[in-house]
């Protein structure tokens, strides 16, 4: 099989010549291309198809003089992005530095929240993310699973019904999801969601990738949980309870797709466990 590469119809439209492939997901290919004499990233949807990423363009445009990528131009199934040459944030805790990777987190979701302008219209509500979790057939699963996952929909209700006024949130804030510039830490990937500040963070609690072992200590999650709650104005308990509900919800979309991420699944009661000592 020839290795992929970028279009050649949007190859010609940009007038970019490609330099690489940066990076794969299950819905995107990366790459690296020179367009009109500047190196940038150009993210092509397989298929067309940019699922959850549809709003990405117009999000990261509202956070540019916050913490976001610049977009250089888009259309229908393509994103071209200033290049960034990384490392990822992700790399810091790999190599032992999550403390700093924590810090930074803490402050990339600051200047997201504090972005100034209108919000982006026609954003979906978190409740709505939540339905996944809350339509889960528990009797399919293994009864001590299934106890994990009736708790962790408990907290989610609970949290949802005592949702104050929603503000945009990122919706896919984690390690790998922050880039270096050269000169700053920068955003991408946004999923686009309105929900309270606590989710957040969520997500970053079962990251980065490779760092799963260490993302479930308890000592790595009672000090990212105190970071992390500290820089969105929210309590410890609350912080936690998100964390569980995301992770559950996580684990929620896996079962649609295929099967659970067994990292999540050890996860889970370990998140759990922590909000229930906080309360």
């Known amino acids: 099989m020839a290795d992929p590469s970028p279009s050649a119809k949007l190859l010609e439209y940009l007038n970019a010549e490609p ?3 940066l990076a794969e997901t299950g819905i995107a290919r990366v790459w690296r291309v020179r367009a009109s004499g500047r190196e940038t990233a150009l993210k092509e949807f397989k298929d067309g198809n940019e699922r ?5 363009p117009e999000l990261l445009m509202h956070w540019q003089s916050a913490a976001a990528v610049e977009v250089i131009d888009h259309g229908p199934g393509w994103l071209l992005m200033a290049y ?17 990777a924590s810090e930074v987190l803490a402050r990339m979701a600051q200047r997201l929240h504090r972005a100034p302008g209108p919000t982006p219209p026609a954003l979906p509500r978190l409740a709505d993310w939540f339905q996944a979790l809350f339509q889960l057939d528990l009797a399919r699963l293994d009864r001590s699973i299934a106890e994990h996952f009736g708790r962790a929909v408990e907290v989610a209700q609970t949290l949802l019904a005592n949702e104050a006024t929603p503000q945009l949130l990122h919706g896919d804030l984690h390690h790998d999801n922050i880039l270096w510039s050269g000169s700053d830490w920068r ?18 609690m079962r990251n980065p990738s490779g760092a799963e072992d260490l993302a479930a200590r308890r000592e790595v999650i009672a000090r990212r949980a105190a970071v992390f709650s500290d820089a969105l104005d929210v309590t410890e308990t609350e912080f936690l309870g998100w964390a569980a509900a995301k992770c559950a919800l996580s684990l929620a979309w896996q079962m649609e797709d295929g099967a659970p991420a067994a990292a999540d699944l050890q996860l889970l009661p370990k998140l759990l466990a922590a909000a229930g000592e906080m309360g």
């Open 187 to 204: 955003v991408v990937d946004p999923k686009g969601v309105l929900g309270p500040a606590g989710f957040e963070l969520a997500n970053a």
């Open 84 to 100: 960034l040459p990384g490392p990822a944030l992700g790399d810091l805790t790999r190599r032992g530095e999550d403390e700093k």
């Open 52 to 56: 959850n990423e549809a709003r990405a």
């Open 19 to 21: 330099l690489g492939l």
